[in-house]
């Protein structure tokens, strides 16, 4: 019994051990759960309190104006009622000034009489067209032809020109009534301003408008508001302000504060260029030298559009101060939660979980989720406005919009943070990879796909700016930006534009022979690619400028050795055929052999002195005596001193030099030794019976020698190898001659400035001779 008993004991006890766990993991629960929720609520009001402080911020920055005396009369609904007051004080100061003045007929201007027919003229159309209308709404009317209807219309139309054409004395009336009305009306509406006067100072007349003269000085002294206007003669305004007792500086009021769009809005009456003062060098052609004076007294009356400002400005200033104390208060509960989630360092499940989320992210979607906050911004917040346009922004819709924004903008800020504390802030940034994948595209095509890409980014960024700065009304960023991005396209652009024309210098460097000169390869992309074509193209030439100047003097070498060599032999063998010659040698047919042997010897030494000659015009060694010479005269020796050569080819000569000498400076010898080459060749050459024609004339500063023969031969050969040494234009070889006339010719008329070329045309043979 006692055992039972102590074992129904226990299982009570354990019974009530369990319950007990039950209800701490429940009230458990209920701790976390209440935890969390306030965790909830202090973010909440932590961003709905930020969200009201920055609104209340914004609106008392709106109406500061009405707290601050000097822009109540600049930028309140009291300074748009001045403004309208200014406005009918100068028209009736500078063209009514009085009632009488408006009646006299003196007084009638010019710029009267063209406004009133201008007028008139506008009634008889009204008149003309309301007739008309009239008319094509009448079936009668449409039944007829249109002769008779232009008919008609046109009878009307003399009708109605002839009621509003006045004579003289009429328009005088007319204009007279229309003054005087306008006068009228003008002065009632000044009337009904009883709380702003005015005066006006006519210099041109001496004469004070609107009442008697008074004293500026003490006038500004016992009011509250008074402006000064001075008008002279070309239109021209200068304007004082004086503000109880003051004078102040318009613009520097205006921009002490921030402006905002709030009140051009709300007062669209604002400055001197919505009055008719601005137009006057436009609507009137008199001239006109007055000062104005408009002031209020310090004592405000009841009963007109300024007392009623200024009630709506007392209204506004309270409603001021009960912004900026509700301000104060959102501000410390606002420091306050965030003391509070700095303290307990509070964290949200959710905010962390979208933050993790996130960090990863491309810094470009960072970006836009920055722009759509920008966004909400602007097309959220709603501005209200009192009776007396005091702006309202802390209301329901605007808090909710702004908290948005609030927590847009803290997790964005949230997320860069982490990203860049882990260092993955531009991680997989999508501008980079485009950016590269636009290099790889513009290296692998032309410069021309690489020019239009860089236009068509240049181009889309500028489009994207522009709409942005439209959608986000943020123009100056976007114009400065737009600006940016200009500069960065130009800079680019020019250091291309640099470099290709360093490229371009290169180029024509090497063109010009200058090996040595080489273009800097930095960079990368088409240009470096180009560059380092040219410089390799540079290397090749150079190697094979070196290497064909190796050649050449290898072959001139060895022409002027072989040269030396043989004619030493050469001498000896003439000397001893000449020998030969004087003995009386038997047979006969063995003097038959030494005259062989000595015209062949002959015929070797003019070939090794040929090509000593040559030689040494192709190396620049060949001395030159340079003088005044007639090159008419000495073509004319060269042409008589190988006249039979002419007769015996059987070749009749067309010779056609001017009258008039023509002098050059030149070596003579040298010259004749290049007639006597081409007169040899056209010899040897030319087609018996046939004409040779030789021309020379000037041509600006060059004198042109043309010579032309009709070969014997078929002229196949290259014009550009003919002039090369030993070669020659028979390819048999069956004509006398060592293949070195025309390069000996062309060498030498190179030397002296000019150029020597040949053409050839079928069988004519042609060449031609330019020298300065």
């Known amino acids: 019994m006692d055992i039972k008993s102590k074992n129904t004991s226990k299982e009570n006890i354990n019974e009530e051990e369990i319950i007990v766990s039950d209800k701490k993991i429940k009230n458990n629960k209920r701790n976390i759960l209440s935890s969390n929720n306030s965790k909830y609520i202090i973010y909440i009001l932590t961003v709905i309190s930020l969200a009201c402080t920055f609104l209340l911020g914004i609106e008392i920055k709106d109406n500061l104006g009405y707290v601050i005396p000097e822009r109540v009369y600049l930028q309140t609904q009291v300074a748009n009622d001045i403004n309208d007051y200014t406005s009918l004080v100068e028209d009736y100061s500078l063209y009514y000034k009085s009632a009488s003045y408006a009646k006299d007929k003196d007084n009638i201007t010019q710029n009267d009489i063209d406004i009133c027919k201008a007028e008139l003229l506008d009634k008889a159309n009204n008149e003309y067209d309301n007739y008309r209308t009239s008319k094509y709404n009448d079936d009668s009317f449409n039944s007829l032809t249109y002769e008779?209807?232009?008919?008609?219309?046109?009878?009307?139309?003399?009708?109605?020109?002839?009621?509003?054409?006045?004579?003289?004395?009429?328009?005088?009336?007319?204009?007279?009534?229309?003054?005087?009305?306008?006068?009228?009306?003008?002065?009632?509406?000044?009337?009904?301003?009883?709380?702003?006067n005015f005066r006006a100072y006519d210099k041109l007349n001496d004469v004070w408008i609107g009442g008697s003269e008074i004293d500026s000085t003490e006038i500004i002294e016992n009011s509250r508001y008074f402006k000064e206007i001075n008008i002279d003669y070309n239109g021209n305004i200068i304007e004082k302000i004086y503000v109880n007792g003051k004078e102040i500086d318009k613009n520097n009021i205006?921009?002490?504060?921030?402006?905002?769009?709030?009140?051009?809005?709300?007062?669209?009456?604002?400055?001197?260029?919505?009055?008719?003062?601005?137009?006057?060098?436009?609507?009137?052609?008199?001239?006109?030298?007055?000062?104005?004076?408009?002031?209020?007294?310090?004592?405000?009356?009841?009963?007109?559009?300024?007392?009623?400002?200024?009630?709506?400005?007392?209204?506004?200033?309270?409603?001021?101060?009960?912004?900026?104390?509700?301000?104060?208060?959102?501000?410390?509960?606002?420091?306050?939660?965030?003391?509070?989630?700095?303290?307990?360092?509070?964290?949200?499940?959710?905010?962390?979980?979208?933050?993790?989320?996130v960090k990863g992210y491309p810094i470009e979607y960072k970006i836009?989720?920055?722009?759509?906050?920008?966004?909400?911004?602007?097309?959220?917040?709603?501005?209200?406005?009192?009776?007396?346009?005091?702006?309202?922004?802390?209301?329901?819709?605007?808090?909710?919009?702004?908290?948005?924004?609030?927590?847009?903008?803290?997790?964005?800020?949230r997320v860069i943070i982490v990203s860049y504390n882990e260092g993955t802030l531009l991680k997989n940034n999508i501008t980079i990879k485009v950016w590269n994948y636009l290099s790889d595209v513009m290296n692998r095509g032309s410069i021309i796909r690489t020019f239009l890409i860089m236009t068509a980014l240049y181009v889309a960024m500028g489009l994207v700016l522009f709409?942005?700065?439209?959608?986000?009304?943020?123009?100056?960023?976007?114009?400065?930006?737009?600006?940016?991005?200009?500069?960065?396209?130009?800079?680019?652009?020019?250091?291309?534009?640099?470099?290709?024309?360093?490229?371009?210098?290169?180029?024509?460097?090497?063109?010009?022979?200058?090996?040595?000169?080489?273009?800097?390869?930095?960079?990368?992309?088409?240009?470096?690619?180009?560059?380092?074509?040219i410089n390799n193209m540079r290397d090749g030439l150079k190697k094979s400028v070196e290497n064909e100047m190796k050649s050449e003097n290898m072959k001139t070498e060895l022409i002027t050795?072989?040269?030396?060599?043989?004619?030493?032999?050469?001498?000896?063998?003439?000397?001893?055929?000449?020998?030969?010659?004087?003995?009386?040698?038997?047979?006969?047919?063995?003097?038959?052999?030494?005259n062989i042997l000595d015209k062949k010897s002959q015929r070797l030494k003019v070939l090794i002195e040929d090509l000593f000659e040559a030689s040494k015009a192709a190396s620049g060694a060949m001395e030159f005596n340079i003088a005044k010479i007639d090159i008419g005269q000495l073509l004319k020796q060269a042409l008589g001193e190988n006249d039979e050569?002419?007769?015996?080819?059987?070749?009749?000569?067309?010779?056609?030099?001017?009258?008039?000498?023509i002098f050059i400076n030149g070596d003579g010898k040298r010259l004749y030794r290049v007639f006597e080459n081409l007169i040899s060749n056209i010899v040897k050459y030319s087609l018996s019976n046939t004409r040779v024609y030789i021309d020379m004339y000037k041509e600006e500063k060059e004198v042109i020698i043309v010579m032309r023969n009709i070969s014997a031969y078929e002229l196949s050969f290259d014009t550009n190898e003919i002039t090369n040494r030993f070669k020659r234009g028979d390819s048999s070889r069956s004509t006398e001659g060592s293949g070195l006339g025309l390069a000996i010719a062309k060498s030498i008329v190179e030397l002296h400035g000019g150029s020597f070329n040949i053409e050839v045309d079928g069988d004519l043979f042609k060449s031609i001779i330019r020298l300065k």
């Open 148 to 196: 008779q209807q232009e008919k008609i219309l046109e009878e009307q139309r003399e009708k109605i020109d002839e009621k509003y054409t006045l004579s003289d004395e009429e328009m005088n009336e007319y204009i007279l009534n229309r003054k005087s009305n306008s006068a009228s009306n003008l002065n009632n509406k000044i009337k009904s301003y009883v709380n702003l």
């Open 254 to 357: 205006l921009g002490k504060f921030i402006d905002n769009y709030s009140y051009s809005t709300r007062f669209s009456n604002y400055s001197y260029e919505n009055t008719s003062i601005a137009q006057l060098k436009y609507d009137y052609s008199e001239k006109h030298n007055i000062t104005l004076y408009i002031w209020m007294p310090k004592e405000l009356k009841s009963g007109d559009v300024v007392s009623e400002s200024f009630k709506g400005v007392q209204h506004n200033v309270t409603s001021f101060y009960l912004s900026c104390i509700t301000f104060v208060i959102f501000l410390v509960l606002t420091i306050f939660c965030l003391l509070y989630l700095a303290k307990y360092k509070v964290k949200v499940a959710l905010i962390e979980k979208i933050i993790n989320k």
């Open 467 to 533: 709409f942005l700065s439209a959608m986000l009304y943020i123009w100056p960023i976007g114009i400065i930006a737009g600006i940016i991005l200009t500069i960065v396209y130009i800079i680019i652009f020019i250091k291309d534009l640099v470099y290709l024309d360093k490229i371009m210098v290169g180029s024509k460097a090497a063109a010009e022979g200058k090996l040595n000169y080489k273009i800097d390869e930095k960079g990368r992309g088409h240009l470096r690619e180009l560059a380092h074509d």
């Open 645 to 661: 050569r002419f007769k015996d080819s059987n070749l009749n000569v067309k010779l056609n030099v001017p009258e008039e000498k």
């Open 368 to 413: 836009g989720v920055g722009i759509i906050g920008w966004i909400i911004w602007n097309i959220g917040p709603h501005i209200y406005y009192n009776s007396n346009n005091y702006i309202r922004r802390l209301n329901l819709s605007s808090i909710i919009w702004v908290s948005i924004v609030v927590v847009i903008y803290y997790l964005l800020v």
């Open 561 to 594: 050795n072989v040269s030396h060599d043989l004619k030493t032999p050469l001498t000896s063998i003439i000397n001893y055929i000449d020998l030969l010659k004087r003995e009386n040698i038997q047979p006969e047919t063995a003097m038959d052999y030494v």
